[in-house]
């Protein structure tokens, strides 16, 4: 179990590590077309190939990273710090005050989320448009959810009177609340909560990016001189569509980069589990 749970923070470590890596090589723009290298695969162009302008994929895949990358970790962390104020709070014991997390998670559940993202994503103006006011609105309806899950973990625990009953054995509220609560009881549930997110606010913006390309609109999650990993499918997909190969490696780099973020959060996750 130790070996499976190092295996899982490492392979998470090294996943993120190479997303960073990829925001910081992003650069402002594309690089200049260069037609003799249209449609190259990896081998004419190391590592990913060109699209249909010569122009390198890693350099899309550096700007889709760069705008859906940190966007999705604040976002995740975001949910999951919420997760772990509602498990302590639960520990403490204000019953009134979860009785108001439990009316607003009633009442935010209800909402339909992708019409709320859409608001939000409308009513910026188009020159202040990112993924972060959508990133952290995503986040901000699954907090409640979040927090009641590990609301829940607390009460299984016994809530305050675990609490009480560390105390007595001489334990500092320090070691009680961070270490027995947080670190061995939430970080279960907080830790894959916010890992969700951090795919959810991923795929969200492929979605939103992919759906402005086809309509011609002004993207509503990062400025029009700058590509998103939805670019990489939408030059990908005639070499499914009309049986075409010269464009399957970008669909090939898009999907991998969607299963990478995918691997990240599911060996997050893992990492992450109960003893």
Known sequence: MMRERRGAILLAGVCLLALLLLVGLAEDHLPAPDLSLSNAGPGALPPFGADEKGRSLLAYAAQGASVAVIPAILAGLFVGGFGVIGGLLRALGWSRLDSWIQGISEVVGALPRMVVLLVVALILPEDQRGLLPIALTWGALATPGAMDEAAAVAERLGGARFVEALKAHGYSAARIYLYHIVVLNLRPVVVRQGAEVMMQVVFLEIAFSYLARVESYPSFTHPDSV?????????????????????????????????????????????????
């Open 227 to 275: 590509s998103s990993w939805a670019d990489l499918l939408y030059l990908g997909y005639p070499s499914l569509a009309f049986w075409e190969g010269t464009t399957a490696h970008a669909l090939g780099l898009g999907l991998g980069l969607v299963a990478f973020v995918a691997v990240v959060a599911l060996s997050t996750s893992h990492a992450a589990r109960a003893r």
